[in-house]
């Protein structure tokens, strides 16, 4: 009997362990703490540029309400986490896959709602629907 208890404690601690290295990993990929449910993406958007270029080079730093606005209809981003039932709508063809965590992505403009993770970061969290492509660069 006494085996069996420490056999069952060390088993514990082994599923402890393998679910603290699992979130570790998981905090390293996603430090947002968002995670979408149903058939949502969590979207890092690019950064919008400050300077406006003028003819002959010239640039001009962009009005601080103009930059909101540029920020707010971003239309490219990084995936960050994938709920599992995202694009499980739809069979893909052989030789394509469904988008991934760390692809770029180009997303309806103002889709989705934005929140700000734990991490500070504004993110956009929209349906797998509003992504139309992802893309290298």
Request: aromatic letters at 8%.
């Amino acid at each position: 009997p006494k085996g069996s208890k420490n056999g069952k404690s060390m088993t514990l601690h082994k599923e402890l362990m393998a679910s603290m290295l699992r979130q570790t990993k998981a905090d390293l990929i996603n430090p947002s703490g968002i995670w979408p449910t149903e058939f949502n993406v969590l979207v890092r958007p690019d950064d919008v540029e400050e300077t406006i270029s003028a003819p002959g080079g010239t640039k001009f730093i962009m009005p601080i309400d103009m930059q909101a606005k540029e920020k707010q209809a971003a239309q490219s981003g990084t995936i960050i986490a994938v709920s599992p039932l995202a694009f499980t709508y739809e069979r893909w063809p052989e030789g394509t896959s469904p988008p991934r965590v760390g692809q770029k992505a180009i997303f309806a403009k103002y889709s989705g709602m934005r929140r700000k993770g734990k991490d500070g970061v504004e993110y956009i969290i929209c349906k797998d629907k509003d992504l139309a492509a992802t893309f290298e660069e």
